[in-house]
């Protein structure tokens, strides 16, 4: 296991704060939690915080960073009296996102570019909230192990079919640049149009589960 970022007593504070600061952005604010999530890492907040920066895992509460946020992203908060729940989905959200972090030894740009997007961790708030952190872990290197196998998949079976990249983007029509981030694991083909998968599939000659673990 690597060395994490920050002690484990400020574990608690940092999930609290990270909770926090997605209700109050989602749920009084009104932002989009994808949107406010891609924005919390444009800002740098991200990168700082998993790095264990005591100034923001326990120095401001979760409406300072969603202030933060948003006045280094451009687009300001409006300024409102909030109630912040710990019971809404966001907040639970941004409180296990806090801690798989952490646990992972994974800064928030890193898991979601593997596959623990925002979206997907909110939507098994009915299943994993009364679990347990060790289930929310669990799902996360589910996501990653899935990805890491996804990406490797679709690689071996390019090779296979004696086609570099380029070869296969000029068949299928997907874009170049396309094919390269779905087998360097910025993008999932579980988020591809079906017709490009197909067309994928077709110039590998192999099944879709060939390349994109059902």
């Known amino acids: 296991m690597e060395t994490r970022a920050y002690n484990q007593a400020y574990l608690e504070d940092a999930m609290a704060?990270?909770?926090?600061?997605?209700?109050?952005?989602?749920?009084?604010c009104g932002e989009?939690?994808?949107?406010?999530?891609?924005?919390?890492?444009?800002?740098?907040?991200?990168?700082?915080?998993s790095q264990g920066n005591p100034k923001y895992i326990a120095g401001m509460s979760g409406i300072e960073l969603a202030?933060?946020?948003?006045?280094?992203?451009?687009?300001?908060?409006?300024?409102?009296?909030?109630?912040?729940?710990m019971g809404s989905p966001e907040y639970w959200t941004g409180w296990t996102?806090?801690?798989?972090?952490?646990?992972?030894?994974?800064?928030f740009d890193?898991?979601?570019?593997?596959?623990?997007?925002?979206?997907?961790?909110?939507?098994?708030y009915p299943v994993l909230h009364e679990a347990g952190l060790t289930k929310s872990v669990e799902f996360a290197t589910g996501r990653i192990d899935g990805y890491q196998a996804e990406r490797n998949l679709l690689?071996?079976?390019?090779?296979?079919?004696g086609l570099t990249q380029q070869q296969l983007a000029d068949i299928t029509g997907?874009?170049?640049?396309?094919?390269?981030?779905?087998?360097?694991?910025?993008?999932?083909?579980?988020?591809?149009?079906?017709?490009?998968?197909?067309?994928i599939c077709r110039a590998l000659g192999c099944r879709v589960e060939d390349i994109r673990p059902i």
Request: net charge neutral; with cysteine.
């Open 17 to 28: 704060s990270l909770g926090a600061m997605m209700d109050y952005a989602v749920n009084v």
């Open 32 to 49: 989009a939690i994808s949107l406010f999530h891609a924005r919390f890492i444009a800002s740098g907040l991200a990168e700082a915080f």
């Open 67 to 85: 202030m933060l946020v948003a006045k280094r992203t451009g687009e300001a908060l409006p300024d409102m009296e909030a109630f912040i729940d």
């Open 97 to 107: 996102l806090a801690y798989i972090s952490w646990y992972l030894c994974m800064d």
């Open 110 to 124: 890193t898991l979601q570019s593997r596959g623990v997007g925002i979206e997907d961790l909110r939507d098994r």
């Open 155 to 161: 690689k071996r079976a390019r090779r296979n079919a």
């Open 174 to 199: 997907v874009p170049l640049r396309v094919i390269q981030s779905y087998e360097q694991g910025q993008r999932s083909l579980e988020t591809a149009g079906m017709e490009s998968v197909r067309r």
